[in-house]
């Protein structure tokens, strides 16, 4: 097997048999609630090891409850959740572990898309893999002179006999390593783009845990290498380009992982209150948690976690009805860039909150909230990693370029 993925899972068994599922979890579940907690869990003790060691028990977990299916219908062997609902329950899973809710970024994208798609043999095979567990990761992002978002790729599907070979490199192939199938894209010899689903085990498939940013480490977010890979027909699929005219999802996901981490910023604060023993010589009363000053503060970072989150649910909604307005795949015009406008508003602020509020935490601990075991800084490393998809300073001047002279936003905003 060429593929280099870790396959050690180095999961816990005997804590796995206490968890079974006879259905996917759902929405307002008391088996969701105990995933997430979980989940939870096992992020705290891997920090508390010191290691960065990967999170292959959450991983396990979530395709044995098969939260991956959450978008699916029931009747289709899913939760039956709304978009907003699906958001709602990233926010909560990004609170537990940003890493793991970041990592299923493309996934759940990928099961919206498949959910617009016409009814047809390829379309109900993929809906049935995502029902019975299976995670799909993504290979699209390229280092090259292109633009980014554009429908051009420097990987290649070429014909070979009864199929293709692909050929190629992918960079931050976020969550792939985790992953059972990998939606690769690419472009033919005549230009056309396509993409592809193929094993992340197929020869020829090498991922590599290189990703090495500041935030967001564990998100297997490294280089996919696509070296001769043979693909079937049925593996294939033109991009149309028509389906969604400004593409808001892979945006708002970003700020709903971000709205997560807040939730956490907001615990340990409060926790951080608790922990201090003494206060210092200005301070207002003899405890900390006494003290209206720090309590102030406490009282900031949760506005602004509530804040960061209600601006998000409210740009989902936007989407929600945009995509509800798609007919045969597509979705309307207007809806879609009005979508698009909301998860770009909601970027300006969302970032520049919830940066504030990873540094504001510290107002409450002292020197000691800086020390390395801490790991605090984690929250704002993972933020700035976050906020750098896509610089905040062309969304603003896209959203004052349309409210002044009403230039729709770029088309086809696409975000890996």
Known sequence: MSNQKQLNLGVNKDRLTSLTFTEPVKVGSAELDQLITDIAIDAEN???SGSEARPYYAIDLIRRTRLGALRLPVELGGGGASIRELFYVIIRLAEADPDIAHSLRSHFSNVDELLRNPASEQRDTWLQRIADGAIIGNAFTELSSKNVGHLAFETTLSPEGEGY???GTKYFSTGTMYADWVLVTASTLDGIPVSVIIPTDREGVIIKDDWDGIGQRLTGS??????NVFVNKGEVAVIRDDRTPFNSYL???LHAVISGILRNVVADASALVHKRTRTFSFAAADTASA????????????SSAFASEAIVLAAVDALDIAVNSAVDGVIDYDLSHDASLRAAQAKVIVDDLALQASTLLFEVGGASATRKSANLDRHWRNIRTIASHNPTVYKARAIGNYVVNGTKLPLKQIYF
Not at 222 to 227: A, Q
Not at 291 to 302: A, F, H, I, M, N
């Open 46 to 48: 891997r920090r508390s």
């Open 222 to 227: 490294g280089t996919t290498h696509l070296n």
């Open 291 to 302: 003290d209206p000053q720090l309590q102030q503060v406490v009282g900031e970072l949760s």
């Open 251 to 253: 945006q708002l996901y």
């Open 165 to 167: 070979r692909l050929n």
